[in-house]
């Protein structure tokens, strides 16, 4: 609980870390150590008698003490740089011969030096062999010698063949000099000694490269993503990974623990994202906001969760849209961007994954809560549930201050990139078919809950390797449909690359389709 009045006037509380300046029995304080001297002991003009302290102090503990009493003085800054302690005894003796000099008086005899454990200096070798790896070229043995002499660090030529200029096994030992606590290693007498000749006497040169940069696992898969989304008119961003907990709660999932920062810069950057949703929906919020209406945009980026102590990342691709799909022309109107235009987005995406499976990246009803009910989906790759689509929920844009429509998807990496791969490895080119192709029309009625990508995953599960492809017309509510059902007109395209189909054959294949339909979804089907 020990306080000093300093130099300024201020009261002091003081740490027992800090070095203090006191008389002989301890019982008056002189001054702070390095820092300030006291006020009790100020120079003034009644001053006749003047007692000159001059000492060397621990770089390390000025700075603490500094930083704890929050004052930086000229003392505080040169000492905690570090001084040169042989220069302490020579300091009080000039300043006493400045004062004789300016106010007169007399100089009492005898000087009082204290110094306990004096450091022996340090010596630190040389070699030419290093110096001439470092720079990439020679200096002269005399003036190596020079410039280390006029820097005070008394340089001994160690090596055998003292008389051989230039010889690779050239070796000095220099001494330290109390001035320079800096210089410690050979790399800091190479640096003097090219400092002294001068760098612009030195070539530049490039550093050899001792290997060759090796590719991320999936780089190429990414790329190859990353090209297609923007050819289908998306714009990446990079966004940062800290977001406010009450932001990211809105889209993680029940099951997930945030990882939360134990030092966070502000409470908006609270927690690492488990959803790049989060930061996306923010992205196209802040872009609204200042007049950007219209925007695609997509990320390829990291989740973070917490499992028992350790943060877990997963690596994903979100994707955000807003605004129009398509802007007015002179030939075109306008047209939003719906959930149909995203959807589209992501089929294309999966054509990178499906490879001959054509089918792999599907689709099924359902989805995170914060997505629209009846505008929303998840993505499956081989069954598997991959991630989730759909339109922002009314009730979270309104939490959002998103007053138009916003889509929002985001699915796992890692397993479509191996997916990717598999795909690319099994495509082959196969040439054009000679063979002719053959549509057929399915007007199917359905229960309300069964949709498209069943009825599609139903057809191609028969394994008929003519179907080339199986897609959805027309969709019909109302008069002669009864209540609960809908009616939905599929069309397949059968195609054969090796002969051109019979009417029988495709009877056939007709047949198979209406009986699996019927059997696994009730299906009608509706004759014109």
Request: hydrophobic residues 40%.
């Amino acid at each position: 609980n020990e306080k000093i009045r300093t130099l300024d006037g201020v009261e002091r509380q003081l740490d027992p870390g800090i070095c203090m300046i006191c008389d002989g029995d301890g019982s008056r304080t002189i001054g702070l150590g390095g820092i300030m001297g006291g006020a009790e002991t100020e120079i003034s003009f009644s001053t006749k008698n003047v007692l000159i302290e001059c000492a060397w102090f621990d770089p390390i503990a000025i700075r603490r003490a500094t930083r704890f009493l929050k004052l930086r003085t000229e003392a505080s800054t040169r000492f905690g740089r570090g001084a040169d302690p042989e220069m302490a005894e020579l300091a009080s003796r000039r300043a006493a011969e400045l004062i004789l000099e300016l106010a007169g008086g007399e100089l009492l005899a005898g000087v009082v030096d204290v110094y306990p454990g004096k450091r022996a200096p340090k010596k630190i070798q040389l070699t030419r062999k290093e110096l001439l790896r470092v720079m990439g070229a020679d200096v002269h043995d005399t003036q190596i010698e020079a410039s280390l002499s006029a820097l005070g660090f008394a340089p001994i030529r160690m090596d055998h063949n003292r008389g051989a200029e230039g010889s690779l096994l050239a070796a000095w030992e220099c001494t330290q000099p109390s001035w320079r606590a800096e210089v410690e290693r050979e790399i800091d007498l190479i640096e003097e000694v090219t400092r002294i000749d001068g760098l612009d006497k030195f070539p530049p040169r490039l550093p050899a490269a001792r290997q060759g940069a090796a590719r991320l696992p999936h780089h190429e898969a990414e790329t190859r993503l990353r090209e297609r989304l923007i050819g289908l008119g998306y714009r990446e961003i990079v966004t940062i990974p800290q977001v406010a907990e009450e932001r990211d709660a809105l889209f993680r999932p029940a099951n997930v623990s945030p990882a939360r920062l134990s030092n966070p810069l502000s409470e908006e950057a609270s927690v690492l994202k488990s959803t790049g949703i989060a930061t996306m929906a923010a992205a196209l919020e802040w872009n609204v906001n200042h007049g950007q209406g219209h925007a695609r945009l997509f990320e390829i980026g990291r989740n973070y969760r917490l499992e028992g102590n350790q943060s877990v990342e997963t690596s994903v691709l979100t994707i955000g849209a807003t605004g129009e799909a398509r802007e007015k022309g002179l030939y075109d109107s306008a047209r939003g961007f719906s959930f149909a235009d995203l959807k589209g987005s992501l089929d294309q995406i999966g054509q990178l994954a499906d490879g001959r499976e054509p089918g792999a990246f599907a689709w099924r009803d359902g989805g995170p809560e914060w997505l629209h009910a009846a505008k929303r989906g998840k993505i499956l790759l081989h069954n598997s549930e991959l991630g989730a689509a759909g339109q922002l929920a009314r009730r979270v844009a309104d939490r959002l201050k998103l007053r138009q429509e916003v889509f929002l998807a985001e699915l796992e990496l890692q397993p479509f990139y191996v997916a990717m791969q598999a795909a690319k490895t099994a495509r082959r080119y196969r040439p054009l078919p000679r063979f002719p192709g053959v549509e057929r029309d399915f007007s199917l009625l359905l229960a309300d809950g069964i949709t498209f990508a069943q009825i599609s995953e139903s057809i191609r599960s028969l394994g008929i390797p003519e179907i080339t492809s199986i897609a959805a017309i027309d969709l019909f509510r109302g008069k002669n449909v009864p209540a609960g059902k809908y009616s939905l007109l599929v069309r397949v395209t059968f195609q054969s690359r090796e002969a051109t189909l019979t009417e029988g054959q495709i009877n056939h294949f007709v047949g198979n389709i209406t009986s699996i339909l019927e059997h696994r979804h009730g299906a009608q089907l509706r004759k014109n």
